[in-house]
């Protein structure tokens, strides 16, 4: 959605709104997610994007704060059994208070044109979220998908009933990784035709690329812990201090 003031004009946290701060790595302590967890939330960013099992730790952080949980689904292949993946999103959004679910497609299914496929493997998923209030973000790993597959998995995320659409999860592996450029935003946003908001995620690490989606009509962004100072152009302090 086109915003209404360019981005070089707005607040930090009118920036921050935009960003799900990513706070995925396996090998994270502890202590670690708080941390990362705790600037997200001092920055104002829209949500934290965390594993399942750190929802004990987070939930309680963000409680009472402007900043929501995010968490990942089935997360990074995506190659669960559907009935598996809707049993997860079940227990998720059931027990805890999730703003967003981001699941993860059977790209693989995609690149071999297993469209329908494609959209009867997600639509329990988005349905178990959906009764929770939880919205679903579809992502499709574009890095390993051609234009066309984009097109075609922006298009059955919203046969789904999806929420967002969303480019990488940044773990891939054996591809170029390029992530969210805005060569593919504007094929994800062609394809979506206004029915389904776009989440770019992977590879967002300068503030000119960050600005420059904003201005695109990009309805949110996946940002890792290092980069969200960078793309906002300030430190967690200084943000609490500015709000």
């Known amino acids: ?6 981005s070089a004009e707005m607040t930090v946290r009118e920036l921050a709104s935009y960003i799900d701060q990513s706070v995925l790595k396996p ?4 202590d670690e997610i ?13 949500t934290i994007c965390i594993n399942p099992s750190s929802l004990p730790i987070v939930a309680p952080m963000v409680e009472g704060t402007s900043t ?6 089935d997360f990074p292949f995506g190659l669960a059994t559907t009935e598996g993946k809707a049993l997860l999103a079940e227990e998720y959004c059931s027990k805890w208070n999730i703003q967003d679910l981001d699941i993860v497609a059977n790209y693989g299914w995609l690149r071999s044109g ?3 496929e494609v959209v009867k493997d997600l639509i329990p998923t988005v349905e178990a979220a959906h009764r929770h209030g939880t919205q679903v973000k579809v992502i499709i790993e574009t890095d390993a ?8 998995g922006t298009r059955c995320a919203i046969e789904a009933g999806a929420d967002f659409i969303k480019s990488s999860t940044g ?8 992530g969210a450029t805005t060569e593919v935003v ?7 035709g206004g029915r389904i908001k776009v989440k770019g995620s992977g590879c967002i690490r300068t503030r000119e690329h960050f600005l420059e989606l904003i201005d695109m009509g990009i309805d949110r962004m996946g940002v890792g812990y290092r980069s969200t100072p960078v793309v906002l152009d300030c430190t967690p302090e200084e943000a609490k201090k500015v709000d």
């Open 1 to 6: 959605m086109k915003p209404t003031k360019k």
């Open 27 to 30: 090998e994270f302590t502890v």
């Open 34 to 46: 708080k941390k990362y967890s705790q600037e997200g939330i001092d920055y104002g960013c829209a």
């Open 68 to 73: 929501g949980l995010c968490v990942v689904c």
């Open 114 to 116: 297993m469209h329908d």
């Open 145 to 152: 998908l051609t234009p066309e597959q984009i097109a075609d």
């Open 171 to 178: 773990f891939l592996t054996g591809h170029e990784n390029v």
């Open 186 to 192: 504007k094929a994800m946003m062609d394809a979506a």
